[in-house]
């Protein structure tokens, strides 16, 4: 077991390795021996976390405690100014849920995943399919995204390397019919969890919406309580702007859980916090690779850790 925990760690711990040189290791850098908490310091403490798309709301929250606690002689140089920082930046994350997803008390669990196109969907959902199949649970797909040439293709591809089945339609079919047969073969066939892939680009953002709200009607017509999960997938590299997205798509469609992917690929994984500060929604899983195993279950302690570790712990 503890093999298994440290295995996890190191994985999280690599994925955010551009996070923690910009976080972690500058701060460690300017604090330094002895180094007083004076304006200059401050205002390079504001331009490291603004780098890492911690947020202006959060940053500023942070610098004035800091200020009150050194005036107040509760704060030193240091340790204590990390602890303080950790502290800080963990209150802003749900604690680990007890599920990784809110499975449906009987019949098929059925998860909606939702975002936009190059946001990281189609690889998501074959890393999600892959990793409850080696928990021994029966996943169906279903190719839900019809207009974006050979998104079926890419899925059926996934699909196969995770070993799961995949139901689909040609180029411009119906995603609506898709997700129906989708609900109604995991019914006839006993399975445990259908992952709907959804397009990501229509001609307008209305028209997206209304796509993806005709899929959830379809689906409750077969199974009322479906979708049980409405996950919405964001590309950690595009910072600022996945929070947008992720309004657009919170309002339209009742989103339950994000997942983050490419944090590997950004030095603002400190945008997890802002997305969560912001949208008071919870971080599911995210993706610290390409493999198809690199796709974690969102543990806040763990992801603090490792971004303010030092590179040889």
Request: aromatic residues 4%.
């Amino acid at each position: 077991m503890f093999k298994a925990l440290g295995r996890f760690f190191t994985k999280i711990k690599e994925g955010l390795a551009k996070t923690r040189s910009v976080v972690g290791g500058a701060l460690r850098k300017l604090i330094g021996l002895g180094r007083k908490i004076d304006q200059p310091f401050l205002d390079q403490l504001e331009d490291t976390l603004l780098q890492a798309d911690i947020g202006v709301a959060k940053t500023e929250e942070i610098i004035a405690e800091l200020k009150a606690k050194y005036k107040a002689g509760e704060m030193a140089p240091g340790e204590e100014l990390l602890d303080l920082l950790k502290r800080s930046l963990r209150a802003e994350l749900q604690a680990p849920v007890e599920q990784e997803l809110a499975w449906a008390p009987s019949g098929p669990t059925v998860v909606l995943i939702v975002g936009v196109n190059g946001a990281g969907k189609t690889t998501t959902i074959a890393k999600l399919a892959k990793r409850f199949k080696d928990q021994g649970k029966n996943v169906l797909i279903a190719a839900g995204d019809t207009y974006r040439a050979a998104a079926i293709e890419q899925l059926s591809i996934w699909a196969e390397r995770a070993g799961v089945d995949i139901v689909k339609t040609h180029d411009g079919g119906d995603a609506a019919a898709v997700a129906f047969d989708a609900v109604a073969a995991a019914e006839s066939r006993g399975a445990d969890l259908v992952l709907i892939d959804t397009a990501g680009r229509l001609h307008n953002k209305e028209h997206l919406m209304r796509e993806l709200e005709k899929i959830r009607r379809v689906i409750q017509k077969r199974l009322p309580a479906a979708p049980h999960e409405t996950l919405l997938v964001l590309d950690a590299t595009a910072g600022q702007n996945a929070i947008q997205q992720a309004k657009v798509f919170g309002a339209a469609m009742g989103v339950t859980g994000l997942v983050l992917t490419k944090l590997d690929g950004t030095a603002k994984g400190g945008v997890t916090i802002t997305i969560r500060r912001e949208l008071k929604l919870p971080v599911r899983f995210i993706g610290v690779g390409e493999k198809i195993e690199d796709l974690q279950p969102f543990d806040p302690d763990a992801f603090i850790e490792a971004i303010f570790s030092a590179d040889g712990a």
